[in-house]
């Protein structure tokens, strides 16, 4: 009897195992995903905006909603380091708010980061996994050095050498890390006569010190944050370019610092009002020259007070010339945003914000096609990246 006792024991535990064993293996059974996408999509009427966080593990859809997205009042501008996002409003105080995503794309708050005294964050650079560099601006415009890990500032760039009695504003929009130097974009605003050149500051980033301010009379107003709309681009051989979105009496255009060089190439310079036969903002580089902007439509309305007002052009930013505009794309507001990602080797992706569809639209590099790959919620789309761990 104990011996079958026994047996009937190890019979119902073989036949339990056996169960868990195929509960385990279900096909049916939802495994975690990774997430590898990151939108910042901005709804409602202003003033009372909604920035709205949303995760998806890929691109396989027709529609992406907010069903599950995490709210964040105002509208919002967001950057990436490696798998988190780093969404930034305007209001004062400056605020900062780090989100990762689960595996079901529902963003969460991990840290905030505040800076007293400023209204926005402008420019967002990261270094490391424990320096990062923010610019702010809206009242007392600084640039902080701070750790992306625990969200804490650990220091503060002196940028007292670089001020202008002249100037009534002072904005540090646009900044960029390259061999060991960081170049921020500097604006100052309030005097005609600084409105004709485009300004730079070279930071050391051994020291936190500025090392010098760079200027160029062939363009002006280096006034772009590097998020949604950006003017701070790097080629596959470390040529970093500039864009000036210009002024009164400079015409927007593309300025060079050569790899290794810390001053504005004299030999190089695109005008864009000259190649594309209006002012353009937002530039985006890809490879072998391969770039793209956003060229105004009506040049009374730059800031598009009246509605959408820029559309996508292609231009070669090696041979200074324009493809023309981006195919069929609907006017967009592009004064504030026109992301483009690299999808693939042959693909890149459009984020189109217009006035009666917010969608993503495929650009087959070799053949210039173009096809809508979804739509989403809101009027506009301030953050589409590719998470990276």
């Not at 859809?61 to 501008?77: I, K, M, R, V």
């Not at 980033?205 to 280096?222: N, Y």
């Amino acid at each position: 009897m104990k011996k079958a006792g026994v047996f009937v024991f190890a019979l119902c535990a073989v036949v339990l195992f056996s169960k868990c064993s195929k509960n385990n293996d279900d096909p049916k059974r939802e495994e975690p995903k990774e997430i590898n996408y990151a939108f910042a999509v901005v709804g409602g009427v202003a003033p009372s905006l909604t920035t709205y966080i949303i995760g998806t593990a890929d691109l396989n859809f027709s529609h992406l909603g907010n069903t599950n997205a995490a709210e964040q009042p105002s509208s919002a501008s967001m950057w990436h380091y490696k798998k988190a996002v780093y969404v930034t409003a305007f209001g004062a105080p400056a605020s900062m708010v780090k989100y990762e995503f689960d595996d079901k794309g529902i963003a969460a708050q991990k840290q905030k980061l505040v800076v007293p005294g400023a209204n926005t964050f402008s420019s967002i650079e990261f270094i490391s996994d424990d320096v990062a560099y923010a610019s702010v601006g809206g009242g007392l415009a600084r640039v902080v050095k701070f750790n992306p890990t625990t969200m804490q500032i650990t220091g503060e760039i002196n940028l007292n050498s670089i001020l202008k009695p002249a100037a009534t504003s002072t904005f540090y929009l646009g900044m960029k890390a390259r061999g060991g130097k960081l170049f921020l974009g500097v604006y100052y605003g309030g005097s005609l006569e600084l409105l004709t050149k485009a300004y730079m500051a070279v930071i050391n980033l051994e020291t936190d010190a500025v090392e010098k301010l760079i200027e160029d009379e062939r363009t002006a107003a280096i006034f772009q944050g590097g998020s949604s709309a950006n003017g701070i681009e790097v080629d596959e051989n470390g040529d970093m370019y500039v864009m000036g979105v210009g002024s009164p009496s400079r015409p927007s255009g593309i300025l060079r610092i050569k790899k290794d060089a810390t001053d504005f190439d004299p030999d190089y310079f695109m005008n864009l009002d000259e190649v594309t036969g209006n002012s353009c903002r937002n530039l985006r580089l890809f490879n072998n020259g391969l770039a793209f902007v956003n060229r105004v439509v009506n040049v009374a309305d730059p800031y598009e007070l009246d509605g959408a007002n820029y559309e996508f052009y292609q231009i070669d930013i090696t041979n200074k010339a324009s493809k023309g505009k981006v195919g069929n794309l609907p006017v967009i507001w592009g004064s504030s945003t026109g992301i483009i990602r690299k999808y693939s080797e042959g693909e890149l992706l459009f984020s189109v914000s217009g006035e009666t569809e917010n969608a993503i639209y495929a650009y087959n590099i070799a053949n210039g096609s173009l096809t809508k790959k979804f739509t989403l919620d809101g009027s506009r789309t301030t953050g589409f990246t590719m998470l990276k761990q």
